[in-house]
Every structure is written in structure tokens, then in C-alpha cells.
């Protein structure tokens, strides 16, 4: 089945550690999203990418990194940098398209904490 | 930037009644999406509506967008609606912002 894959599913650090979270899918979507969110907010826009070896700042970058290398995979770093890593990390994609904007489909979630 | 508030914040429900749950914006957006949280965290998309109706179900939507508003109406909830709702709308290329989300609750 076609869909989008995160992993893992809980996840904790140690405070100074680097942590990276895997988002894979087989949607054949060209763009592809990070998405940080706490507990009873919404969901904020850390980074994404519209095509391979490509990728923008989103909203709360800062003490985050990203890669896409391949066009099924964007794994997201938590650097040390990020002085509250606590939360719940969802990852999309979509078909990048001309028109108005195309529907982000997401994938099940991380939740990072700190031990 | 752009600002995205639903209301109402909370919402409880018997098990069979309907709900209007609502969400506005403060620029024009592209487009907008309704979602579905569960209490596991897995966002369900239930609507893609840059205008008009769209019904799937017993739940439909409406957005009308020269007055920057969308509707999201739930019929016969049942408690498996549990969960929180959001709307996010599309700014700029395919960038998403969310509202802050309506906690629905049913009750058998």
C-alpha cells in the first residue's frame, strides 16, 4: 500500500544529542514537509523540500537540519541546538503541483522526548 | 503572517447529534484543508476545498473564501469523531498553516 512511513515511532534523548527522524514514502510525491507540534496546539512548519537536493526553511527552523537525497526519503535532524526538542513530529508530502496548492497527506508521527 | 482561528475551542456531543464547527482566516489563502487528529495522533485529511461544497459521508464542508470562512458540519457524530479538528490553509506554494484545532468529544 501506498502511504507514508515515520519511524520511529517514540523516540528519546539525552540532552546534548543529535536525533534523527526517518520519513519514507512511495507516494511518488515530489514535495515532501516536516511539521513540529505541542500539546494542544496546532502543527508548525519546520522545514520542506520540493524536489531532490532541495529544501526551505519553514517557520521554526532554528535547531533543525533536513537532507533529500532521494525523492522518497527526508530524514530530519534535532541538533543539540533545539533547547525544547519535546513534541510530536509529523511528517507529509505532496504532489508538487502548478496549480493553487495539492492536499499534504501525512504519515503516523514521532514522539521525541527528553529523558 | 497569516492567522487561522477555529471555534469552538471544545465541543461535547451526544452520541447522534450534529455539530458546525468553523474556521477563519485573515488574508486570502490558495486553498484549504480540513483534518481529522485521532487520540493516536494520525492526522486524517477529510476535506481538500478551496471554495464550495464537498460532502463525503456524514460529514461536508463548506468554504467561501471572498469572505474567508469554512465550514465543517458533522451529522450524526458517533464516537469515533473523537478527536481534534483543524483547518490549514495553503498561503504560498503549498506551505500550510494550521489553525489551533476544535476538540470534539462524544459521548455513547
Known amino acids: 500500500d501506498g502511504g507514508i512511513t515515520q519511524s520511529p515511532k517514540y523516540l528519546f534523548r539525552k540532552e546534548g544529542q543529535n536525533v534523527t527522524l526517518s520519513c519514507e514514502q512511495n507516494?511518488?510525491?515530489?514535495?515532501m514537509y516536516w511539521y513540529r507540534q505541542d500539546p494542544g496546539q496546532g502543527l508548525r512548519l519546520i522545514y520542506y523540500s520540493q524536489i531532490v537536493n532541495d529544501f526551505q526553511k519553514g517557520d521554526i527552523a532554528e535547531g533543525y537540519s533536513v537532507s533529500r537525497e532521494k525523492k522518497e526519503s527526508f530524514p530530519l535532524t534535532v541538533t543539540s541546538a533545539q533547547k525544547n526538542p519535546t513534541a510530536f513530529y509529523l511528517c507529509?508530502?505532496?504532489?508538487?503541483?502548478?496549480?493553487?496548492?495539492?492536499?499534504?497527506?501525512f504519515g503516523d508521527g514521532t514522539r521525541l522526548s527528553i529523558l | 503572517g497569516i492567522q487561522v482561528e477555529q471555534s469552538p475551542p471544545d465541543l461535547i456531543l451526544q452520541e447522534g447529534a450534529n455539530s458546525t464547527l468553523r474556521c477563519n482566516f485573515s488574508d486570502s489563502v490558495n486553498n484549504l484543508q480540513w483534518f481529522h487528529q485521532n487520540p493516536w495522533g494520525q492526522l486524517i485529511n477529510l476535506f481538500y476545498i478551496p471554495s464550495g461544497t464537498k460532502q463525503n459521508g456524514r460529514l461536508s464542508a463548506t468554504t467561501v473564501a471572498t469572505e474567508r470562512y469554512s465550514l465543517l458540519y458533522i451529522s450524526s457524530s458517533q464516537t469515533t469523531d473523537s478527536g481534534v479538528y483543524f483547518c490549514a490553509v495553503v498561503v504560498s506554494f503549498q506551505k500550510l498553516v494550521f489553525g489551533t484545532g476544535t476538540r470534539l468529544l462524544v459521548s455513547p
Open positions: 507516494l511518488n510525491h515530489d514535495a
Open positions: 507529509a508530502s505532496s504532489i508538487r503541483g502548478r496549480g493553487p496548492g495539492q492536499p499534504q497527506h
